[in-house]
T-cell receptor, first 110, second 111 residues
Framework: DADVTQTPRNRITKTGKRIMLECSQT?????MYWYRQDPGLGLRLIYY???????NKGEISDGYSVSRQAQAKFSLSLESAIPNQTALYFC?????????FGPGTRLTVL | GQQLNQSPQSMFIQEGEDVSMNCTSS?????WLWYKQEPGEGPVLLIA?????ELTSNGRLTAQFGITRKDSFLNISASIPSDVGIYFC???????????FGTGTRLQVTL
């Protein structure tokens, strides 16, 4: 299975601050994803990337940006964090129909 | 966007009981996936279904791809405490790379 790691695992920040969440994977999968999880809402797609030069918006991309620095790395940025971006964020990779999730980053915006 | 309705939202059952949960969609899916998420972890794939009517098992877990392609079911037999977690369904259409996730079923197992 894919080894997907996320840093930081927990972060508390203030409204208006810029924050970056990092994701890396060791299995060479081309497709990488960022999801957000809120209680009662399941997982919602923020951005996804098929390759280093390919970036696509998901269903809730407003207020977020991403960078695919290398095949193994896909970072998510909040340019100016707001309290309703408090959530659990998951990075994922994909091989065929199998999606492998990282352990998650719990972000709190005060 | 597509909606996946998952029910029940939560279940409290006794060890040894069987569990059933389901997902329904307003759209047709070509692939159904079932995931389990434990506290502090990301979702882990349990079962993948690729064909309408398909019935697939993974140990005590059995999932079915509905004939209409708009629903899927997950059953857990003889539940044990380590079955505790949140179970998510996810659907995919065609060759699209995006998965649509259900809202999850939270399972609690009491001794």
């Amino acid at each position: 299975d894919a080894d997907v790691t996320q840093t930081p695992r927990n972060r508390i920040t203030k409204t208006g601050k810029r924050i970056m969440l990092e994701c890396s994977q060791t299995k060479g999968h081309d497709r990488m994803y960022w999801y957000r999880q809120d209680p009662g809402l399941g997982l919602r797609l923020i951005y996804y990337s098929f390759d280093v030069k390919d970036i696509n918006k998901g269903e809730i991309s407003d207020g977020y940006s991403v960078s695919r620095q290398a095949q193994a790395k896909f970072s998510l940025s909040l340019e100016s964090a707001i309290p309703n971006q408090t959530a659990l964020y998951f990075c994922a990779t994909r091989s065929g129909t199998r999606v492998f999730f990282g352990p998650g980053t719990r972000l709190t915006v005060l | 966007g597509q909606q996946l309705n998952q029910s029940p939202q939560s279940m409290f059952i006794q060890e040894g009981e069987d569990v059933s949960m389901n997902c329904t969609s307003s759209s047709i899916f070509n692939t159904w996936l079932w995931y389990k998420q434990e506290p502090g972890e990301g979702p882990v794939l349990l079962i993948a279904l690729y064909k309408a009517g398909e019935l697939t098992s993974n140990g005590r877990l059995t999932a079915q791809f509905g004939i209409t392609r708009k629903d899927s079911f997950l059953n857990i037999s003889a539940s044990i405490p380590s079955d505790v977690g949140i179970y998510f369904c996810a659907g995919q259409t065609g060759t699209a790379s995006k998965l649509t996730f259900g809202t999850g079923t939270r399972l609690q197992v009491t001794l």
